[in-house]
C-alpha cells in the first residue's frame, strides 16, 4: 500500500448512498468509488444500458491516472448485448433541467457531453470519455472511405443511432464523428496512465529528505530572526512534523 493511499479519508460503508438516476433511462445507476486528487474519494456513475457516465461538478477533473484506468476497466466489460439510442431529452438527475450538449476540446481531440445548466454535472457517453482520455481517435476520410467499399451502415458509439457511411462523416443525431479503437493509442494512454500514478503514488526519499534540511534550515533562520542572535545556536525542531509537511507537499505537488 502507498504512502498517499493513508492520507484519503477512510470510506463510511454503511453511509447511505443517494442514488442517481440515469437521464437516459431512469434507472438508478451503478456507483464507482475512485481516488481523486489531491486526496481523497469520489463517487462516480455509470449505466451499462446507456454507456454513459455521469459525474457531479469537477469530479471528471479530480480523476486520478489509476482513477481513468479504472474507469477504462469498467467501461471495456460493460458491453450490453444491444446499445440503446439516447433519447433527445435529458434531464439532470440533481435538479431535472434538461441537458445541454456541450462541445468540448482536450488538447487537439473534440469531444461531446451533456452539461446541466446549473452546473450540478455533466452526463458522458462511454465513447465520449474514451475521446477525451485519448482511447479511441475520429477514422481519417482516406480510412472512411476504405470502409464505405466494405460497410454501408454502423452504429453510434456515442448515441447509438444508425450512421449511414454513404450520406455522413458523422452521427446525424448527435454530431460525434465515427471513431476507432485504436490499439496502439490504448497502448500508448495506459503507459502514460500508469506511469502518472506511479510517480503520483510513490515518495522520492531523497526529495523527503531535502525537503526536512530545507525546512529546518529556514526554521534555524526564522527563529535566529526573532531572538535577534545568529550564529550556530541549536534550534530544537520535531523532525516529524517537518516529514509529514514535505511529504504533503510532496504528494500534493
Given at each position: 500500500?502507498s504512502?498517499?493511499?493513508?492520507?484519503?479519508?477512510?470510506i463510511?460503508?454503511?453511509?447511505?448512498?443517494?442514488?442517481?438516476p440515469?437521464?437516459?433511462?431512469?434507472?438508478?445507476m451503478?456507483?464507482?468509488?475512485?481516488p481523486?486528487?489531491?486526496?481523497?474519494?469520489?463517487?462516480?456513475?455509470?449505466?451499462?444500458?446507456c454507456q454513459?457516465?455521469w459525474?457531479?461538478?469537477?469530479?471528471?477533473?479530480?480523476?486520478?491516472?489509476g482513477?481513468?484506468?479504472t474507469?477504462f476497466?469498467?467501461?471495456?466489460r460493460?458491453t450490453?448485448?444491444?446499445?440503446r439510442?439516447?433519447?433527445?431529452?435529458?434531464?439532470c438527475?440533481?435538479?431535472?433541467?434538461?441537458?445541454e450538449v456541450t462541445?468540448?476540446?482536450?488538447?487537439?481531440?473534440?469531444f461531446?457531453?451533456y452539461?446541466c445548466p446549473?452546473?450540478?454535472?455533466?452526463?458522458?457517453p462511454f465513447?465520449?470519455?474514451?475521446?477525451?482520455?485519448?482511447?479511441?481517435?475520429p477514422l481519417?476520410?482516406a480510412?472512411?472511405?476504405?470502409?464505405?467499399?466494405?460497410i454501408?451502415?454502423?452504429?453510434?458509439?456515442?448515441?447509438?443511432?444508425?450512421?449511414?457511411?454513404e450520406?455522413?462523416?458523422?452521427?446525424?443525431?448527435c454530431?460525434a464523428?465515427?471513431?476507432?479503437?485504436?490499439?496502439?493509442?490504448?497502448?500508448a494512454?495506459v503507459?502514460a496512465?500508469?506511469?502518472?500514478?506511479?510517480?503520483?503514488?510513490?515518495?522520492?526519499?531523497d526529495?523527503?529528505?531535502?525537503?526536512i534540511?530545507?525546512?529546518?534550515r529556514r526554521e534555524?533562520?526564522?527563529?535566529a530572526?526573532?531572538l535577534g542572535?545568529?550564529?550556530n545556536?541549536?534550534?530544537?525542531?520535531?523532525l516529524?512534523?517537518?516529514?509529514?509537511a514535505?511529504?504533503a507537499?510532496l504528494l500534493?505537488?
Amino acid at each position: 500500500m502507498s504512502f498517499a493511499s493513508f492520507l484519503r479519508p477512510p470510506i463510511d460503508a454503511n453511509a447511505p448512498e443517494k442514488p442517481t438516476p440515469c437521464p437516459g433511462c431512469g434507472v438508478t445507476m451503478q456507483t464507482l468509488r475512485l481516488p481523486r486528487k489531491p486526496f481523497g474519494e469520489e463517487a462516480v456513475d455509470y449505466c451499462v444500458s446507456c454507456q454513459a457516465l455521469w459525474f457531479d461538478a469537477f469530479e471528471s477533473v479530480q480523476l486520478t491516472p489509476g482513477a481513468t484506468l479504472t474507469l477504462f476497466d469498467t467501461i471495456r466489460r460493460s458491453t450490453p448485448a444491444t446499445v440503446r439510442p439516447l433519447p433527445s431529452l435529458l434531464p439532470c438527475p440533481r435538479c431535472t433541467l434538461p441537458l445541454e450538449v456541450t462541445h468540448d476540446l482536450q488538447r487537439t481531440t473534440r469531444f461531446t457531453y451533456y452539461r446541466c445548466p446549473a452546473d450540478h454535472g455533466r452526463f458522458t457517453p462511454f465513447v465520449q470519455f474514451l475521446r477525451e482520455k485519448d482511447f479511441v481517435r475520429p477514422l481519417s476520410p482516406a480510412e472512411l472511405a476504405r470502409l464505405r467499399e466494405t460497410i454501408r451502415v454502423v452504429q453510434c458509439s456515442s448515441c447509438g443511432a444508425p450512421v449511414d457511411l454513404e450520406k455522413d462523416t458523422a452521427c446525424p443525431y448527435c454530431r460525434a464523428p465515427i471513431a476507432i479503437l485504436d490499439p496502439d493509442a490504448v497502448n500508448a494512454t495506459v503507459r502514460a496512465l500508469e506511469s502518472a500514478e506511479t510517480k503520483r503514488t510513490t515518495i522520492d526519499v531523497d526529495a523527503v529528505v531535502d525537503s526536512i534540511l530545507d525546512a529546518h534550515r529556514r526554521e534555524r533562520e526564522e527563529s535566529a530572526s526573532a531572538l535577534g542572535w545568529s550564529g550556530n545556536g541549536a534550534v530544537a525542531v520535531d523532525l516529524v512534523a517537518l516529514g509529514l509537511a514535505a511529504a504533503a507537499n510532496l504528494l500534493t505537488g
